[in-house]
């Protein structure tokens, strides 16, 4: 047993994000036009490595290469287009105010504070609004085909949290599209030989010499050797880490490792207990289930979400005597409608999620395991025509039908809340750099804009935001004092030291020749992780998680079977070590979770409420980012706290109600 | 309704790339019919791993049919039998009870296998590397309602946009062509007036990249369209033509 | 050479002498259709084409057509067959849109070959080739006067029921051929588009399908009992 931490009751340090001075809409034009840049024939000079292919990594590849820098990309599938930005569906905000309907910068930052529930930073979400247009104007000059009007203009829907239509879209395959453009624009630096693509290589260890990130360590996925890579700075674009909890609507190959790696290095980890459920997910079905399906949230703009309103026909609905289309529209409870009558069903994604798990809580759940509510399109099908949905949401239905085999045309679709995006990660600052000199942290891989949750539309912007237009200018202001260094030699012996580490933790994995898969492992870490660390949470049961996954961690150090050779194509290994790390993340997400007594966005302690049910938060001793360091193997994390000021924006309590 | 039904595997596994591989055959009882294929192959894999055997590899991500990893030559067809599905998309109810399922990898000359059933595919992003973008640097760009498109174009290119670079295409030619897939990204980019500009060095750039990597020539037979998880028409493919024979005799 | 080196330029190729063949087809067929209603007007056409230089510059340009079409048809199937790559697969099956002509084209076109030697040695060698030879003042072993009576060998090759019934299996052969043909060389010259696309097919069917008409409707009529 190790010792009880109580990390609260210790004042922790207080962190400084670097924020510029001046009033919000003119910091980052303040910043941009005092910070230090690199002269055209020094960034020749400067190698960047960039982990990941996703929105941000490729958009910050490409745009670095074309600035002048030398890019090396990295990414653990065969091509960089297949990164896990490609399935996000729904679409992308930016504050363009081409529907003419209250649009602004000012109302984008707004709404993306309130949404995050007020633990965000204004600095960075004001940035962020500020370059969304940008983002637009960027991929439509790529040839990103955009969904247009009749007229040739862009084309807008509306999304969850806002009361605009801001929303840009590319039929249901927007987040597909944005990473076709930035791919596009990496392919071009690739050819003419600015990046340098390594694809089936998945980063294990980051290399810091004399205190600054120098390289990193890397395992080629195709041959398993580890190889090293020297560089002026490192970026990392790797993602997020909801496939701790097994299932989620994550890719198979999505992993936090790069951050757990470098917050071992000495990177702080922030808001890991900031995970988002997202509403509209195809039901889990079998034991035998490998991943979740999302629904774009944009079916929310033309469903309707209800349960029965009678437990009896809940359960009978269940027992299969009853279709859900025999129930007559007084017999249903819309229960988004009746709950938040102006936001109705478009109320944020943690509000939306919360109130289905509390009516399948309650015993109106239907489908075969009651855990699964109603989205229903008659209404819609009625009003505006079966083609006119079709167009719309025409590849969603498809998918549906695939998976489930049951045509949403005629019966409502059942959906289920499922983890999706994770709003904490490694802490960086205003600059994007993390708590490691020349190691950058970009896209959902970094914590900084969504606060405790983020908006529909918002993670493709955010994404593309770090990439293209806010760190090929913050690296600069570091780099402009390394044009003096000269390329390192991968022989140094902070590389050595850092290869023969990871070779020997590879070695360790693969002498356990226990008895247990790393599946079966990382699915009962996925079962902790929902049961206690899901959507909510409690004092009682995070404790108990923190016990359970220590137990999942001796387990796995001394069960797993990893077969075949370390040195050759091995998926299992390259599972292990992802869980290993999987792991670890768990176990931060349920500390933090612990730590922080109150309720905000998409982390719900339930002795935190009000009587009605919604998230009660507790201003005055969380309003900061909690930034975790690491002190080593078995030592319990030091929290040190980023305060989060508001100076522009004042605090309220959310209400989607009126 | 949920049912469990009885098939036998036969699989393709090869060590490495230069070694000769083999079909291993595998009988999987109770394979419920609700689960995918991919799920039907992680539990032949978890029961390989109880028997201390490797595992089948083979390439897989989103499983949401998107990212085009996922590649398997199933019965004779890429991603199975059904159109306009990915491997990770089909499901085991598409199966019968005491079925033979031949599973092999995605075959072409320009794909040599790595490992199993997992294929190397990095010719696609050197042909996209040699012109399949339009040359923007971040920054600079003009209003995105500066320039009307019209919907039925956008609309048009968005069809040929969907593409996922799964390789089905090559695949299932039976001359190894690669033009559904170079003729998605040029139709795209040479409907939208942003990639006009560069529509005649780019239909040459690419089509001379993907000759160079030895893919084969089309002769029309229309199997790319037909097994296309994203049932790309070959239409697009008489507008590579067009474009490639417009900039070659206006050169 | 982008004609030679250029997948694209190959086909182009392969198209373009396609076309002009098929033009061919169409007017060597209409004539052939007249040998049923008037054998001395056939005659006629025959001799105006016998040996006017016009019709010889044709004849070779048809010719170098056709060489070209089979140099480049077994040239791309060469090279399409090691795109294929060395390992075959087990099981291939084809989704019903698939036409199986389209995955035939040389087979069929070795067929159409193999009987085109024997049409030529049947009739050209006959016709055509006996008066040049005999303008050129070549020995030859055929007979002048029956060389301008095209009408005659039609009569004596197509009174034979098993040579109607080759020429029937060959013509089958070669309208298999043409309907894929045709639009193919529309789609590899660009003409196609969503809606042109089916059209063309519709275009390619029926044309390719009144050719063979015209051709097929004369061993047909001799199987049938009539005679010239």
Same mark, same amino acid.
């Given at each position: 047993m190790a010792k009880k931490q109580d990390t609260t009751s210790v004042e922790a340090p207080i962190i400084d994000a670097r924020i510029p001075a001046g009033p919000l809409a003119e910091k980052w034009s303040n910043y941009k036009a005092h910070q230090k840049l690199v002269n055209p024939s020094n960034k020749r000079r400067l190698d960047i490595i960039v982990i990941g292919t996703g929105l941000a990594g490729a958009s910050a590849a490409a745009s670095l290469a074309e600035l002048g820098f030398n890019v090396l990309n990295f990414c653990i599938q065969d091509s960089p287009r297949r990164a896990h930005s490609i399935a996000a569906q729904g679409g992308i905000n930016a504050a363009k105010n081409y529907q003419n309907d209250g649009d602004s910068v000012y109302r984008l930052f707004y709404d993306t504070i309130k949404g995050g529930d007020y633990r965000a930073r204004e600095a960075n979400v004001y940035r962020l609004a500020e370059v969304s247009n940008n983002i637009i104007d960027q991929c439509v000059a790529q040839g990103v085909p955009f969904a247009r009007e009749y007229g040739g203009l862009l084309d807008n829907r509306s999304f969850g949290g806002a009361q605009v239509s801001r929303t840009f879209y590319a039929k249901g395959q927007t987040g597909q599209q944005l990473l076709l453009g930035a791919y596009s624009s990496l392919s071009r630096q690739i050819g003419k030989g600015a990046v340098k693509l390594y694809s089936r290589y998945e980063m294990l260890d980051v290399v810091i010499v004399d205190g600054r990130a120098r390289g990193i360590i890397a395992r080629?996925?195709?041959?398993g050797k580890t190889e090293r890579f020297s560089a002026h700075a490192v970026v990392v674009g790797s993602g997020g880490y909801g496939n701790a909890f097994f299932l989620s609507t994550n890719a198979m190959t999505s992993n936090a490792s790069a951050a757990i790696q470098i917050y071992k290095k000495g990177a702080y980890f922030a808001n890991p207990a900031y995970a988002q459920i997202h509403p509209t997910c195809i039901p889990v079905h079998g034991e035998y289930q490998s991943k979740l399906t999302l629904m774009s949230e944009s079916l929310r703009n033309d469903g309707r979400i209800w349960v029965p309103k009678k437990k009896e026909d809940a359960e009978a609905i269940r027992a299969g005597k009853l279709k859900p289309t025999d129930l007559k529209e007084d017999e249903r409870d819309y229960y988004l409608e009746r709950r938040y009558p102006a936001f109705g069903n478009l109320v944020p994604r943690d509000v939306a999620s919360r109130a289905a798990k509390e009516r399948c809580d309650a015993g109106f759940g239907v489908g075969n395991t009651g855990l699964a509510v109603y989205l229903d399109f008659s209404d819609s099908i009625k009003r505006h025509g079966e083609a006119t949905i079709r167009a719309r949401y025409g590849n969603l239905f498809q998918m549906y039908d695939k998976i489930v085999d049951e045509n949403p045309y005629n019966t409502p679709m059942m959906i289920y809340p499922a983890i999706h995006y994770t709003m904490g990660g490694v802490w960086v600052d205003y600059e994007l750099q993390t708590s490691i000199k020349g190691l950058f942290c970009i896209g959902e891989?970094?914590?900084?804009?969504?606060?405790a949750n983020r908006l529909g539309a918002s993670a493709l912007m955010q994404g593309l935001a770090d990439g293209y237009f806010v760190l090929p200018y913050t690296i600069q202001n570091y780099l402009a004092d390394q044009i003096q260094v000269p390329r390192l030699s991968t022989d140094l012996p902070e590389f050595e030291e850092a290869d023969k580490a990871i070779k020997s933790k590879i070695e360790k994995i693969m002498k356990i020749q226990g008895d247990r898969t790393v599946d079966s492992i990382h699915r009962e870490l996925g079962l902790v992780m929902w049961d206690f660390v899901g959507m909510g949470r409690t004092k009682e049961g995070l404790e108990h998680a923190l016990e359970k996954i220590k137990e999942i961690r001796k387990t796995f150090w001394t069960k797993v079977y990893v077969p075949g050779q370390s040195v050759d194509m091995n998926s299992e290994l390259e599972k292990a070590l992802r869980v290993a790390d999987f792991i670890e993340i768990g176990e931060l997400m349920a500390r933090d979770s612990l730590m922080r007594e109150e309720s905000c966005g998409g982390h719900f302690r339930e002795e935190y409420q009000t009587p009605d049910g919604e998230a009660l938060r507790n201003d005055e001793e969380f309003s900061f980012a909690s930034c975790w360091k690491y002190n080593g193997e078995g030592e319990a994390p030091t929290l040190l706290k980023e305060p989060l000021e508001y100076e522009f924006v004042k605090r309220q309590q959310r209400n989607y109600k009126a | 309704m949920e049912k469990n039904i009885n098939v036998t595997l036969k699989i393709w596994r090869q060590a490495s790339p230069k070694v000769k591989g083999e079909f291993i055959s595998y009988k999987m009882d109770n394979v419920p019919t609700d689960s995918s294929f991919l799920e039907m192959l992680d539990v032949l894999n978890e029961r390989l791993l109880k028997e201390r055997k490797e595992p089948v590899e083979f390439d897989h991500d !989103?499983?949401? $049919?998107? !990212? $085009?990893m996922c590649s398997l030559y199933i019965n004779g067809h890429p991603h199975g039998k059904d159109g306009g599905t990915t491997t990770c998309q089909l499901?085991?109810?598409?199966f019968s009870n005491g079925e033979t399922i031949v599973i092999e990898p995605f075959r072409s000359a320009a794909f040599p296998v790595i490992k199993d059933l997992r294929v190397d595919r990095s010719a696609f992003d050197k042909i996209i590397q040699? $012109? /399949?973008?339009?040359s923007v640097n971040t /920054? /600079?760009?003009?209003? $995105?309602?500066?320039i009307p498109i019209s919907k039925i174009d956008a609309d048009e290119a968005m069809d040929a946009a969907s593409c996922i670079g799964c390789g089905a295409c090559v695949a299932t030619c039976k001359n190894g062509s690669a033009m559904l897939f170079v003729a998605a990204k040029v139709s795209q980019l040479s409907l939208l007036p942003q990639g006009k500009v560069e529509r005649a060095a780019r239909a040459k750039a690419m089509v001379s990249k993907m000759d160079e990597l030895g893919f084969g020539n089309c002769t029309n037979t229309g199997s790319c369209e037909a097994e296309c998880p994203k049932s790309i028409s070959i239409s697009h493919i008489a507008r590579l033509n067009r474009e490639y024979l417009n900039a070659k005799f206006t050169d | 050479m982008w004609l030679i080196d250029s997948s694209i330029g190959r086909k182009l190729i392969m198209s373009i002498t396609g076309v002009f063949l098929v033009l061919f087809l169409i007017f060597h067929g209409t004539m052939n259709f007249v040998v049923l209603f008037s054998a001395d007007a056939y005659n006629a056409i025959a001799a105006f084409l016998g040996a006017n230089w016009y019709a010889l510059v044709g004849t070779k340009m048809l010719a170098i057509g056709f060489v070209v079409h089979i140099i480049y048809a077994i040239y791309l199937s060469y090279q399409n067959k090691k795109a294929r790559g060395a390992v075959g697969y087990n099981v291939t099956s084809s989704q019903k849109s698939v036409e199986w002509t389209s995955q035939n084209m040389l087979v069929l076109g070795v067929i159409v070959v193999g009987f085109m030697v024997l049409h030529l040695i049947q009739f050209w060698s006959k016709m055509q080739w006996v008066e040049l030879s005999h303008k050129m003042g070549l020995e030859t072993s055929g007979d002048l006067a029956l060389a301008t009576d095209g009408a005659y060998w039609v009569k004596h090759y197509f009174e034979n029921p098993i040579y109607s019934i080759l020429y029937i299996v060959w013509l089958v052969a070669l309208w298999l051929h043409l309907t894929h043909g045709i639009w193919s060389a529309m789609q590899t010259l660009g003409t196609s588009s969503n809606i042109w696309l089916p059209r063309i097919k519709v275009i390619s069917n029926v044309l390719s399908t009144v050719i063979i008409l015209l051709f097929i409707s004369i061993p047909v009529y001799f199987l049938l009992g009539f005679n010239i």
């Amino acid at each position: 047993m190790a010792k009880k931490q109580d990390t609260t009751s210790v004042e922790a340090p207080i962190i400084d994000a670097r924020i510029p001075a001046g009033p919000l809409a003119e910091k980052w034009s303040n910043y941009k036009a005092h910070q230090k840049l690199v002269n055209p024939s020094n960034k020749r000079r400067l190698d960047i490595i960039v982990i990941g292919t996703g929105l941000a990594g490729a958009s910050a590849a490409a745009s670095l290469a074309e600035l002048g820098f030398n890019v090396l990309n990295f990414c653990i599938q065969d091509s960089p287009r297949r990164a896990h930005s490609i399935a996000a569906q729904g679409g992308i905000n930016a504050a363009k105010n081409y529907q003419n309907d209250g649009d602004s910068v000012y109302r984008l930052f707004y709404d993306t504070i309130k949404g995050g529930d007020y633990r965000a930073r204004e600095a960075n979400v004001y940035r962020l609004a500020e370059v969304s247009n940008n983002i637009i104007d960027q991929c439509v000059a790529q040839g990103v085909p955009f969904a247009r009007e009749y007229g040739g203009l862009l084309d807008n829907r509306s999304f969850g949290g806002a009361q605009v239509s801001r929303t840009f879209y590319a039929k249901g395959q927007t987040g597909q599209q944005l990473l076709l453009g930035a791919y596009s624009s990496l392919s071009r630096q690739i050819g003419k030989g600015a990046v340098k693509l390594y694809s089936r290589y998945e980063m294990l260890d980051v290399v810091i010499v004399d205190g600054r990130a120098r390289g990193i360590i890397a395992r080629n996925l195709v041959t398993g050797k580890t190889e090293r890579f020297s560089a002026h700075a490192v970026v990392v674009g790797s993602g997020g880490y909801g496939n701790a909890f097994f299932l989620s609507t994550n890719a198979m190959t999505s992993n936090a490792s790069a951050a757990i790696q470098i917050y071992k290095k000495g990177a702080y980890f922030a808001n890991p207990a900031y995970a988002q459920i997202h509403p509209t997910c195809i039901p889990v079905h079998g034991e035998y289930q490998s991943k979740l399906t999302l629904m774009s949230e944009s079916l929310r703009n033309d469903g309707r979400i209800w349960v029965p309103k009678k437990k009896e026909d809940a359960e009978a609905i269940r027992a299969g005597k009853l279709k859900p289309t025999d129930l007559k529209e007084d017999e249903r409870d819309y229960y988004l409608e009746r709950r938040y009558p102006a936001f109705g069903n478009l109320v944020p994604r943690d509000v939306a999620s919360r109130a289905a798990k509390e009516r399948c809580d309650a015993g109106f759940g239907v489908g075969n395991t009651g855990l699964a509510v109603y989205l229903d399109f008659s209404d819609s099908i009625k009003r505006h025509g079966e083609a006119t949905i079709r167009a719309r949401y025409g590849n969603l239905f498809q998918m549906y039908d695939k998976i489930v085999d049951e045509n949403p045309y005629n019966t409502p679709m059942m959906i289920y809340p499922a983890i999706h995006y994770t709003m904490g990660g490694v802490w960086v600052d205003y600059e994007l750099q993390t708590s490691i000199k020349g190691l950058f942290c970009i896209g959902e891989a970094n914590f900084s804009d969504h606060g405790a949750n983020r908006l529909g539309a918002s993670a493709l912007m955010q994404g593309l935001a770090d990439g293209y237009f806010v760190l090929p200018y913050t690296i600069q202001n570091y780099l402009a004092d390394q044009i003096q260094v000269p390329r390192l030699s991968t022989d140094l012996p902070e590389f050595e030291e850092a290869d023969k580490a990871i070779k020997s933790k590879i070695e360790k994995i693969m002498k356990i020749q226990g008895d247990r898969t790393v599946d079966s492992i990382h699915r009962e870490l996925g079962l902790v992780m929902w049961d206690f660390v899901g959507m909510g949470r409690t004092k009682e049961g995070l404790e108990h998680a923190l016990e359970k996954i220590k137990e999942i961690r001796k387990t796995f150090w001394t069960k797993v079977y990893v077969p075949g050779q370390s040195v050759d194509m091995n998926s299992e290994l390259e599972k292990a070590l992802r869980v290993a790390d999987f792991i670890e993340i768990g176990e931060l997400m349920a500390r933090d979770s612990l730590m922080r007594e109150e309720s905000c966005g998409g982390h719900f302690r339930e002795e935190y409420q009000t009587p009605d049910g919604e998230a009660l938060r507790n201003d005055e001793e969380f309003s900061f980012a909690s930034c975790w360091k690491y002190n080593g193997e078995g030592e319990a994390p030091t929290l040190l706290k980023e305060p989060l000021e508001y100076e522009f924006v004042k605090r309220q309590q959310r209400n989607y109600k009126a | 309704m949920e049912k469990n039904i009885n098939v036998t595997l036969k699989i393709w596994r090869q060590a490495s790339p230069k070694v000769k591989g083999e079909f291993i055959s595998y009988k999987m009882d109770n394979v419920p019919t609700d689960s995918s294929f991919l799920e039907m192959l992680d539990v032949l894999n978890e029961r390989l791993l109880k028997e201390r055997k490797e595992p089948v590899e083979f390439d897989h991500d !989103c499983r949401e $049919g998107i !990212c $085009g990893m996922c590649s398997l030559y199933i019965n004779g067809h890429p991603h199975g039998k059904d159109g306009g599905t990915t491997t990770c998309q089909l499901h085991m109810r598409r199966f019968s009870n005491g079925e033979t399922i031949v599973i092999e990898p995605f075959r072409s000359a320009a794909f040599p296998v790595i490992k199993d059933l997992r294929v190397d595919r990095s010719a696609f992003d050197k042909i996209i590397q040699s $012109g /399949g973008y339009v040359s923007v640097n971040t /920054g /600079g760009a003009q209003d $995105g309602n500066a320039i009307p498109i019209s919907k039925i174009d956008a609309d048009e290119a968005m069809d040929a946009a969907s593409c996922i670079g799964c390789g089905a295409c090559v695949a299932t030619c039976k001359n190894g062509s690669a033009m559904l897939f170079v003729a998605a990204k040029v139709s795209q980019l040479s409907l939208l007036p942003q990639g006009k500009v560069e529509r005649a060095a780019r239909a040459k750039a690419m089509v001379s990249k993907m000759d160079e990597l030895g893919f084969g020539n089309c002769t029309n037979t229309g199997s790319c369209e037909a097994e296309c998880p994203k049932s790309i028409s070959i239409s697009h493919i008489a507008r590579l033509n067009r474009e490639y024979l417009n900039a070659k005799f206006t050169d | 050479m982008w004609l030679i080196d250029s997948s694209i330029g190959r086909k182009l190729i392969m198209s373009i002498t396609g076309v002009f063949l098929v033009l061919f087809l169409i007017f060597h067929g209409t004539m052939n259709f007249v040998v049923l209603f008037s054998a001395d007007a056939y005659n006629a056409i025959a001799a105006f084409l016998g040996a006017n230089w016009y019709a010889l510059v044709g004849t070779k340009m048809l010719a170098i057509g056709f060489v070209v079409h089979i140099i480049y048809a077994i040239y791309l199937s060469y090279q399409n067959k090691k795109a294929r790559g060395a390992v075959g697969y087990n099981v291939t099956s084809s989704q019903k849109s698939v036409e199986w002509t389209s995955q035939n084209m040389l087979v069929l076109g070795v067929i159409v070959v193999g009987f085109m030697v024997l049409h030529l040695i049947q009739f050209w060698s006959k016709m055509q080739w006996v008066e040049l030879s005999h303008k050129m003042g070549l020995e030859t072993s055929g007979d002048l006067a029956l060389a301008t009576d095209g009408a005659y060998w039609v009569k004596h090759y197509f009174e034979n029921p098993i040579y109607s019934i080759l020429y029937i299996v060959w013509l089958v052969a070669l309208w298999l051929h043409l309907t894929h043909g045709i639009w193919s060389a529309m789609q590899t010259l660009g003409t196609s588009s969503n809606i042109w696309l089916p059209r063309i097919k519709v275009i390619s069917n029926v044309l390719s399908t009144v050719i063979i008409l015209l051709f097929i409707s004369i061993p047909v009529y001799f199987l049938l009992g009539f005679n010239i």
